[in-house]
């Protein structure tokens, strides 16, 4: 019997099949890159409303729930690395109204589902300080006012927060809003809130992120 001869690949060959691959993986990376960016920020969004929520938990737990409740008796009850208030650190909102409150810079604008929206930056002062989290997430409130629930209405009565995933990062944050039921949704969810926070800017934009969780 004749022995077959095996063909071996030229180094042309080699050269070309890289070259596909190479070509295929820089088409594909940056997709898989965005997808986990995406879902990471999508987690961090989802575990800031879980903070507030199990910080509001604890404070109803160990204190009497009020109106006069203020904001920072329930970021107290947070797990945060330290307060940040000296202007060092900011937050980044987009905020349909350009009208921006009297701590926030507009800087420009961006668009999100084809919506023009400014784009904000809150420092965090002794106004409006933040909270650093274990995440590096920065967790902000209005402490001029103070900011309280302003009232006991389960359904109207609220409190604002700005959270920001990746702190003084590209990316926007959530405003979320505390109902004095417990109950925390986006602002962009939340028509009807009565709230005194005065010193940080609102929206009606939730952050690119974000949207598949709130819209369902």
């Not at 019997?1 to 691959?21: D, G, P």
Request: one cysteine or more.
């Amino acid at each position: 019997m004749l022995e077959k001869r095996r063909k071996a690949y030229t180094f042309a060959e080699i050269l070309i099949t890289l070259s596909l691959l190479g070509l295929l993986a820089s088409m594909l990376l940056p997709m898989l890159s965005d997808s986990v960016g995406k879902d990471k920020l999508l987690a961090l969004g989802k575990d800031g409303a879980s903070e507030i929520s199990q910080a509001f938990a604890i404070y109803v737990k160990n204190s009497t729930l009020n109106a006069n409740t203020r904001a920072q008796d329930i970021v107290s009850n947070l797990n945060y690395v330290r307060m940040v208030s000296d202007g060092s650190m900011n937050t980044q909102l987009g905020q349909t109204n350009q009208d921006a409150s009297a701590h926030s810079t507009c800087t420009g604008t961006s668009s999100v589902t084809g919506e023009t929206y400014a784009v904000c930056t809150t420092p965090c002062d002794a106004t409006t300080p933040c909270a650093l989290l274990q995440t590096g997430a920065l967790l902000q409130y209005d402490a001029a006012t103070p900011s309280t629930f302003n009232g006991t209405g389960y359904n109207t009565n609220a409190i604002h927060f700005i959270y920001d995933p990746d702190g003084t990062g590209p990316q926007f944050a959530i405003a979320f809003t505390l109902f004095y039921s417990g109950r925390i949704t986006t602002e962009t969810y939340s028509i009807g809130a009565t709230t005194n926070d005065t010193n940080l800017p609102s929206t009606t934009v939730d952050p690119p992120y974000i949207l598949d969780w709130t819209n369902g």
